[in-house]
């Protein structure tokens, strides 16, 4: 579970899925790319289904 923007050294897997919505999103500003992570760690957190969690998101874990 990720809670801010901060950066930080996190997991290979969840930088390489940051790489990708980088290199597929062009951004015009530093505010734009605070709001591109944001939407990302809510997607993430909240809507994408983990393996490693038994197919829960992050959230859903914590709240187990």
Do not use: M
């Not at 897997?13 to 951004?27: A, K, S, T, Y």
């Not at 709001?35 to 809510?42: C, G, I, K, S, V």
């Amino acid at each position: 579970y990720f809670s801010s923007c901060e950066p930080r050294a996190g997991p290979t897997w969840f930088n390489g899925r940051i790489e990708d919505v980088l290199q597929g999103h062009p951004l015009k500003s530093g505010e734009d790319l605070k709001q591109t992570l944001a939407r990302y760690l809510w997607l993430y957190n909240q809507q994408l289904p983990q393996p490693v969690l038994g197919g829960k998101t992050p959230l859903l874990a914590l709240k187990d």
